[in-house]
């Protein structure tokens, strides 16, 4: 076993501090990682402040952070696609049954038995799963994923929940060229949203509540710029979307948008709310409208996105902020 530096939160009130964690020694199907880059998730902070409680209830010490990317430092005996030096990157799961139908199709997302990177019973050491908020990590190779090499890797990072969770639903509901797609919320996963919808051809209409979010919208890929609280913009969309991609964190009224799908449209619930969200039955029944959820995405997608992302020199924009382990 070896000592980790990471922060952790105490309590769902307290900030995050240095702290110690155990890091298993890489066992023959192990790959570990010296972690440079992890991004800083939303669910991070509804995790860290214990507001998944009625799903996820958290076990403090927690170490957040599942968007992460490093360098290998040594890889068990029965490794065989990673080795000491390359890139690697690790997402929201680091393990699964691998048995179940939901596996062997590659969608360890939807696995009963799957083992998310934190605040997850560990099958290795006891306790709790501990992410990327960390100097290092240890990871079963099946969960490892490959770096195209010319992507910054900053930038790399929140591929690994925000990139995967917009990227997986918009292939699923087919966004192509020719569709009309809308992006509720422009945080780190609508930016995305964004940036994979344009790449994919589609008209992109972002919707926002705020309005000094305009241009960044429009240099992330957005065709138009929507704000939200304006009734009468809200109007001109009725009826006419495709898809619809969700990604507020927080309570908003979901109808709004429910009402701008064309016949047969669906919206993709991605943001995580803390409250239930209401649905209008109208908003549903009249053009046969679907609302749906997706979370993350399966390991064979993930690599999918990130070779996709490799081809379109496509990364996330970041906020560099430094952790200072060193004390
Ligand atoms: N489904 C999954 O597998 C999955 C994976 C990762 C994250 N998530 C969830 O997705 C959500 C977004 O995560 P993120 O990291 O992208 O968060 P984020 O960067 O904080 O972005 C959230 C965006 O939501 C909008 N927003 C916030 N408060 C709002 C309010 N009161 N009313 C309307 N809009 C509001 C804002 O966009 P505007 O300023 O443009 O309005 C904000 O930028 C979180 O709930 C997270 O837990 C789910
Ligand atoms: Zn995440
Ligand atoms: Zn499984």
Redesign the pocket.
Same mark, same amino acid.
């Given at each position: 076993m070896n000592n980790a530096k990471a922060f952790a939160a105490a309590g769902a009130t307290s900030p995050l501090a240095l702290t110690t964690i155990p890091r298993r020694a890489p066992e023959e199907n192990d790959v570990q990682i010296e972690i440079l880059f992890c991004g800083?998730?939303?669910?991070? =902070?509804?995790q860290v402040r214990d507001e998944w409680n009625d799903v996820m209830p958290t076990v403090y010490p927690c170490v957040p952070g599942h968007e992460i990317v490093g360098r290998v430092t040594a890889v068990g005996s029965a490794v065989t696609g990673f080795k000491a030096g390359d890139l690697a990157a690790v997402g929201?799961m680091v393990d699964s049954d691998r048995t179940c139908p939901e596996c062997q199709a590659g969608q360890e997302?939807f696995c009963a038995n799957f083992t998310l990177t934190y605040n997850f019973p560990d099958t290795h050491l006891g306790g709790v799963t501990y992410g990327g908020y960390s100097d290092s990590i240890v990871v079963d190779q099946r969960f490892v994923l490959h770096v195209p090499n010319n992507l910054d890797l900053a930038g790399v990072a929140?591929l690994l929940?925000?990139g995967i969770?917009t990227y997986s639903p918009m292939r699923h509901w087919g966004v192509s060229e020719g569709k009309k797609v809308g992006v509720?919320? =422009? /945080? /780190?996963? /609508? &930016?995305?949203g964004v940036k994979f919808a344009h790449a994919l051809g589609a008209h992109v209409v972002?919707?926002?509540?705020?309005p000094n979010?305009k241009e960044d919208?429009l240099r992330l890929g957005a065709d138009e710029v929507v704000l939200?609280k304006d009734a009468a913009e809200m109007e001109k969309h009725t009826s006419s979307f495709d898809f619809i991609l969700d990604?507020?964190?927080?309570? &908003?009224d979901i109808n709004a948008y429910m009402n701008l799908l064309r016949r047969d449209g669906n919206l993709t =619930?991605? /943001?995580?709310?803390q409250k239930p969200l209401s649905v209008a039955a109208f908003a549903l029944i009249m053009g046969r409208r679907s609302l749906s959820?997706?979370?993350?995405g399966g390991i064979p997608e993930t690599q999918a996105m990130l070779n996709f992302c490799g081809q379109h020199n496509l990364t996330a924009d970041v906020v560099l902020l430094s952790i200072n382990t060193s004390h």
């Open positions: 800083v998730c939303h669910s991070d =902070l509804h929201c997302q929140p929940c925000a969770t509720v919320g =422009l /945080g /780190g996963l /609508g &930016h995305m972002v919707f926002t509540t705020s979010k919208a939200s990604a507020v964190s927080a309570d &908003h =619930l991605v /943001g995580a709310p959820g997706s979370p993350i």
